[in-house]
T-cell receptor, first 112, second 114 residues
Framework: DAKTTQPPSMDCAEGRAANLPCNHSTISGNEYVYWYRQIHSQGPQYIIH???NNETNEMASLIITEDRKSSTLILPHATLRDTAVYYC?????????????FGPGTRLSVLP | DAGVIQSPRHEVTEMGQEVTLRCKPISGHDYLFWYRQTMMRGLELLIYFNNNVPIDDSGMPEDRFSAKMPNASFSTLKIQPSEPRDSAVYFC????????????FGPGTRLTVL
């Protein structure tokens, strides 16, 4: 399994963009990058995933470098409710024998 | 859809007692996962099922833990006998094959073994 490296914590001012980095230098060609977050006392929540192209949905944008060795999750206008632990995971999505491995993630604190 | 449903939300029991945690996956999902989360070890996968069949239980910590999925809409995780070190939050998740493999998690059961 490709492993990921994330900073343990980050702060972001409310209303500003939160940019959460993830390194996955050993990612293989068929592995996707997934992002989840976990708000305190809740189950993890899926945010977005991508292979090599940038992706955007109603929650966030995902920017993957051309060499795919790193990515950035962008929350364009962070709110206090975005305070959570954010997990970056790499995985082959259609390999049904595989599952997600959650590392320690990045604890994002959105400050008023 | 109501999402993944877990019960109970909180469980406090004494060491040696049997504990049963319950999960109802999202209708139409054919994969079901049980996770455990602690401060020390983070989020760990315990076991997962595909079409009600256990596929990988290598994460189950020991024989005191067992999981069943008698039908597509119900699964249980049982601990017998329970020990204080089993105290954790237990999450159930489900997903559907053929999608982007994003998992949908339940709210969790917070277990405290005294």
């Amino acid at each position: 399994d490709a492993k990921t490296t994330q900073p343990p914590s980050m702060d972001c001012a409310e209303g500003r963009a939160a940019n959460l980095p993830c390194n996955h230098s050993t990612i293989s060609g068929n592995e996707y990058v997934y992002w989840y977050r976990q708000i305190h006392s809740q189950g993890p929540q899926y945010i977005i995933h991508g292979l090599k192209n940038n992706e955007t949905n109603e929650m966030a944008s995902l920017i993957i470098t051309e060499d795919r060795k790193s990515s950035t999750l962008i929350l364009p206008h962070a709110t206090l409710r975005d305070t959570a632990v954010y997990y970056c995971i790499v995985r082959v999505p259609y390999n049904y024998g595989q599952n997600f491995v959650f590392g320690p993630g990045t604890r994002l604190s959105v400050l008023p | 859809d109501a999402g993944v449903i877990q019960s109970p939300r909180h469980e406090v029991t004494e060491m040696g007692q049997e504990v049963t945690l319950r999960c109802k996956p999202i209708s139409g999902h054919d994969y079901l996962f049980w996770y455990r989360q602690t401060m020390m070890r983070g989020l760990e996968l315990l076991i997962y099922f595909n079409n009600n069949v256990p596929i990988d239980d290598s994460g189950m910590p020991e024989d005191r833990f067992s999981a069943k999925m008698p039908n597509a809409s119900f699964s249980t995780l049982k601990i017998q006998p329970s020990e204080p070190r089993d105290s954790a939050v237990y999450f159930c998740a489900s997903n559907r094959a053929g999608t982007g493999n994003e998992q949908f998690f339940g709210p969790g059961t917070r277990l405290t073994v005294l």
